[in-house]
């Protein structure tokens, strides 16, 4: 079953507007990570945020992690056309670092 | 520092014929993991090993799934006989314990089409 639910499925924006994603989940977890996949493509690592922090910055990403409400926001900063990908959040469960629950993804597609 | 290799990148068969991948995880990496995924899903985890040891096979379709990964490095995932439903794309990824096994490094995959 689908650990991380990823909202919205799909968004579309242009070139420079900044990009936000949101991962529900639904047990306690050790971390969540945020992976990016390009078109037949594998997935890329793009950030961790342990249960025990709140907020994460890397580059143009920023995470932010509420345990309380079991969900998470990435959001992606001056987009570009090259961020067009879909990106999926992932949960090990507390207790286990070694087993990821993929969510179904959101595609984001950023327009030039 | 290489990637995790995969092939082949794509394999065209009929249904009930077998099929082999095979992956070569980053080097030093231990750990290692088989997944499943389908179109506009996430992936799906199958099997996990620790060096050559198999200790999460839980999700593996054991009747015509099977995997091994002699020395612990290489593995290789089969599939016999496909069947329809097995089209999709198959993901390996590794992971070190020096890096807590928190972050997992993913290969291309390999695109099945059964016809």
């Known amino acids: 079953s689908q650990q991380g639910e990823e909202d919205p499925q799909a968004l579309s924006i242009q070139e420079g507007e900044n990009a936000t994603m949101n991962c529900s989940y639904k047990t306690s977890i050790n971390n969540l990570q945020w992976y990016r996949q390009n078109s037949g493509r594998g997935l890329v690592h793009l950030i961790l945020?342990?249960?025990?922090?709140r907020e994460k910055h890397s580059g143009r990403l920023r995470v932010t992690l509420d345990t309380s409400k079991k969900s998470s926001s990435l959001l992606i900063t001056a987009s570009r056309a090259a961020d067009t990908a879909s990106y999926f959040c992932?949960?090990?469960?507390?207790?286990?670092?070694?087993?990821?629950?993929f969510g179904k993804g959101t595609l984001l597609t950023v327009n030039p | 520092e290489a990637g995790v290799v995969q092939s082949p990148r794509y394999k065209i068969i009929e249904k009930k014929q077998p099929v082999a991948f095979w992956c070569n995880p980053i080097s030093g990496h231990n750990t290692l993991y088989w997944y499943l995924q389908n179109l506009g899903q996430g992936p799906e985890l199958l099997i996990r090993?620790?060096?050559?040891?198999?200790?999460?096979d839980s999700q593996l379709p054991k009747d015509r799934f099977s995997a091994e990964r002699l020395k612990g490095v290489d593995s290789t995932l089969k599939i016999q006989p496909a069947e329809l439903g097995d089209s999709a794309v198959y993901l390996c990824a590794s992971s070190s314990s020096l890096e807590s096994q928190e972050t997992q490094y993913f290969g291309p995959g390999t695109r099945l089409l059964v016809l």
């Open positions: 090993y620790e060096n050559e040891e198999a200790v999460d």
């Open positions: 945020i342990r249960s025990n922090e």
């Open positions: 992932a949960t090990a469960r507390r207790g286990s670092n070694y087993k990821l629950t």
